[in-house]
């Protein structure tokens, strides 16, 4: 029972990092999966300025009003960006939406008419706004299925007239049911065509971002470049070497890569908090090594007194001390892969599907060597101690 007790720190320990680096990789899966559904031939266009590989300044709630409508149409000109075969805006923003006495918190999303093309959605009841709505500003709005449900329960919307924020507009489709993707919940959506979100809803008059689909992944550098340039002589901006860019393009591939290094880098930072606690497992087993040498003091003369060294006794300490932390290194593994499962089976029961069960043999590695190491640094002490017992006092000792 002592000796269970002394793993169990270890076990702790180890089972948490093999926990982490499989949740870590699980989720990355998921995260990864979802971006990549959206295509990896898309690209996007940001306002502001940032690094490279930093975030939009756009998503540190900073608003930034260098994109316009007419950036968006300039992109679509297949002169300026000849690679590009649909491209749409976005206007974001919150309202309350009412229809008779139901209400409901809704995302209000102004795009444009090719929506449906670039983002993979499909309607499921209904239609989508046509482009001539988008320029005469129609009041018509496409909800999504988390809305519908909300708003109107059972009753079909299509055609029935809802408000936001005091003013009226016809309910023309219902999207089909689309979860979340790459961090965005579909269902949950209002979308309205742009110039309409802009002028009567939000009243402004720039672009939160575009997006635009390019017709083959082989062409997406070029189509970046010409985004690049296009934009440059829309917004009057005589450098070409970036500096004094007020926008930011990136490809979907891009964020994919920039995904990856966040979760793998959020992933090793949890795994190391995890493994702190086989230090605090390492001070148990110190402790109790120290204990065991005082208990055994008279086993120690005895082997002294016929001809044991010191370097016998250090060693017998030692090979326990690290036996004890190997099994509960190896019981931390079971038990970390055991758990790691059960999450992964969670997982698949709530439908994430893209959930990948995945034990890296670097993290076992890892564990159980950490593991050790610790054992031999916490064990050394208590196994010197009793080396250096005298044969002769540890013989009269109790």
Do not use: C
């Not at 300039?74 to 009412?98: C, H």
């Not at 470049?225 to 007020?246: F, M, P, S, Y």
């Not at 439908?351 to 593991?371: D, G, R």
């Amino acid at each position: 029972m002592r000796s269970f007790l002394t793993m169990l720190g270890i076990i702790i320990g180890v089972g948490a990092v093999i926990i982490i680096m499989a949740v870590g990789a699980g989720a990355q899966s998921l995260v990864l999966a979802q971006v990549k559904s959206l295509g990896s031939n898309l690209i996007g266009v940001l306002p502001g300025k940032t690094e490279e590989d930093g975030p939009p300044a756009s998503a540190m709630g900073i608003v930034i009003t260098t994109l316009t409508y007419e950036d968006l149409q300039a992109l679509r000109d297949k002169k300026n960006v000849p690679n590009i075969t649909e491209a749409i805006g976005y206007t974001k923003g919150i309202g309350t939406m009412s229809w008779k006495a139901n209400t409901y918190e809704a995302n209000l999303s102004g795009t444009t008419h090719g929506y449906l093309d670039v983002e993979k959605g499909e309607v499921e009841r209904g239609r989508f706004f046509t482009e001539e709505e988008e320029r005469n500003l129609a009041r018509v709005v496409v909800l999504g299925s988390t809305v519908t449900n909300e708003l109107f329960g059972l009753s079909d919307p299509v055609s029935q007239r809802v408000k936001i924020k005091k003013h009226t507009f016809e309910v023309i489709g219902v999207m089909k049911e689309r979860g979340v993707v790459a961090f965005q919940d579909y269902d949950d959506q209002v979308f309205l065509p742009l110039k309409t979100m802009q002028k009567i809803i939000s009243g402004v008059n720039h672009l939160g971002f575009i997006r635009a689909e390019i017709d083959d992944e082989d062409n997406v550098e070029k189509a970046i470049e010409d985004v690049k340039t296009t934009l440059r002589e829309q917004h009057d901006i005589a450098e070409q070497n970036g500096k004094d860019d007020d926008f930011l393009v990136r490809s979907a591939k891009k964020a994919l890569e920039v995904l990856t290094q966040i979760t793998d880098a959020l992933s090793y930072f949890l795994a190391a908090m995890a493994s702190l606690s086989l230090l605090v497992g390492g001070v148990g087993i110190m402790n109790i090594m120290l204990v065991s040498v005082t208990e055994r003091t008279r086993e120690i003369g005895l082997r002294k007194a016929i001809g044991a060294t010191n370097f016998n006794i250090m060693n017998e300490f030692l090979i326990e001390t690290l036996s004890i932390t190997f099994l509960g290194g190896t019981i931390g593994v079971i038990v970390g892969i055991s758990f790691s499962f059960l999450i992964y089976l969670g997982a698949q029961i709530l439908n994430y599907k893209n959930w990948e069960f995945y034990i890296s043999p670097l993290s076992i590695f890892l564990a159980i060597t950490v593991s050790l190491i610790v054992g031999l640094i916490f064990g050394l002490y208590p196994a010197w101690k009793a080396s250096r017992l005298e044969p002769a006092e540890a013989l009269r000792y109790e």
